[in-house]
């Protein structure tokens, strides 16, 4: 299931929460882990592209030359 994390922060923000509160949130519901960390909306969303990236396998070694 994709999370939506603009639509996911903007309801939070609705319902009260505050906007540290509801981006923190929003990155632990699609699993990025908070801590001590402050996420934005916009490292939340790199972080799932890069994450989506690597799961469809973009990032693994090919053998192949690619030219720089």
Same mark, same amino acid.
């Given at each position: 299931? &994709?999370?939506?994390?603009?639509?996911?922060?903007? +309801?939070?923000?609705?319902? %009260?929460?505050?906007?540290?509160? $509801?981006? +923190?949130?929003? $990155?632990?519901?699609? !699993?990025? $882990?908070? %801590? #001590?960390?402050?996420?934005?909306?916009?490292?939340? +969303?790199?972080?799932?592209?890069?994450? #989506?990236? +690597?799961?469809? !396998?973009?990032?693994?070694?090919? %053998? &192949? $030359?690619?030219?720089?």
């Amino acid at each position: 299931m &994709e999370l939506r994390t603009r639509a996911t922060y903007r +309801n939070l923000l609705m319902r %009260g929460f505050a906007p540290d509160e $509801a981006v +923190n949130l929003t $990155a632990f519901l699609a !699993g990025i $882990a908070i %801590g #001590e960390t402050r996420w934005t909306l916009r490292q939340i +969303n790199q972080l799932l592209f890069l994450r #989506e990236m +690597n799961r469809t !396998g973009h990032f693994t070694d090919t %053998g &192949e $030359a690619r030219p720089h």
